[in-house]
């Protein structure tokens, strides 16, 4: 599932009239698993990023990246088929995901 932001403007702010936070200001993907709970139900569980970074760190797990240890950053790089190649081998595993930050989302009415 692609998820992009909305424009970032508070119509009662005039400070906010105008944001750079536009679909395109910084093109990057959030991934994350959908799981269909029910009719009216279904749980948004995105990728453990600490999770990957370690096992990246350990050798278990290969994939394009970029880290810069002096900002403590850490970016996956990879291309779009190399980012489904990894899913395709990994996604099995319920540890690529993190808990903590799904979200449930419930159809009202």
Known sequence: MDLFPVLLED???Q???YS???IDYAPTFTIAKVEILNNNSLVLKFLNGDFIKQQIAKGNMRIRHQEDKLFESFL???STYEL????????HDERLF?????VTLTRKG
Do not use: D, G, H
């Open 11 to 13: 119509s009662t702010n």
């Open 15 to 17: 400070n906010t009239s």
């Open 20 to 22: 750079p936070f536009s």
């Open 76 to 78: 996956v790089t990879a």
């Open 84 to 91: 489904t190649q990894f899913l395709q081998k990994y996604s």
């Open 98 to 102: 993190n808990q903590e930050n799904s």
